[in-house]
């Protein structure tokens, strides 16, 4: 089962930050958020993952609160081709095990 | 550089035969990780393959089956197909366990 929980739908204006919230409150050590968005029925596109630190890329910036228990992804300026379903994922890697495991995502509406 | 290509695109078979997809991974990359998404769901885990060995198994019948070969491409076999196998089935690649994973396309199945 998905271990983070994030709001069913946002909507954002365009060219206004988008921020994508997830409470993942049972994350353990070493398991990686990452964050992926799918754009009707194409395969899902990575965004960026992190462990505690907050990350930064070309796309979008990480927030993870310092419990580790819930993060943020924000979008700066967000437009239209942005719209799509985001999935928040808590990564879990040990010896011999990897599960990338998608919840239900949030639907993020960009309106001109 | 190229990404994860999948084939066939689209893929219609009849309930009761058999269907092959496969999935060739990014240059380097010896992790395969296949998904089912069913219209409108979200996207199942199905297997994970890394090194040539099957690692990891989502709650799927045994008909759904898979191999990875030495050059690390991989083959998803689903058996005795029925209506409800209809899916987009994504595959995404890694460096190895614990890596970024990049997805496909996707293979569009229906049976019908």
């Known amino acids: 089962d998905a271990k983070t929980t994030q709001p069913t739908s946002m909507d954002c204006a365009e060219g206004r930050a988008a921020n994508l919230p997830c409470n993942h409150s049972?994350?353990?050590?070493?398991?990686?958020v990452y964050w992926y968005r799918q754009i009707h029925s194409q395969g899902p596109q990575y965004i960026i993952h992190g462990l505690k630190n907050n990350e930064t890329n070309e796309m979008a910036s990480l927030i993870i609160t310092e419990d580790r228990k819930s993060s943020t992804l924000i979008l700066p300026h967000a437009t239209l081709r942005d719209t799509a379903v985001y999935y928040c994922i808590v990564r879990v890697v040990e010896y011999r095990d990897d599960k990338i495991i998608f919840g239900k995502g949030t639907r993020l509406h960009i309106l001109p | 550089e190229a990404g994860v290509t999948q084939s066939p695109t689209h893929l219609i078979k009849t309930r009761g035969q058999q269907a092959t997809l496969r999935c060739s991974p990014i240059?380097?990359?010896?992790?395969v990780y296949w998904y089912q998404q069913a219209l409108g769901l979200g996207l199942q885990f199905l297997l994970w393959y890394d090194e040539g060995e099957e690692r990891n198994r989502g709650n799927f019948p045994p008909r759904f089956s898979g191999r990875q070969f030495p050059n690390y491409s991989s083959e998803l076999n689903v058996n005795a197909l029925e209506l409800e196998d209809s899916a987009l089935y994504l595959c995404a690649s890694s460096s190895g366990q614990g890596f970024v994973a990049f997805f496909g396309q996707g293979t569009r199945l229906t049976v019908v």
């Open positions: 049972t994350i353990s050590g070493n398991e990686y």
């Open positions: 240059s380097g990359h010896t992790s």
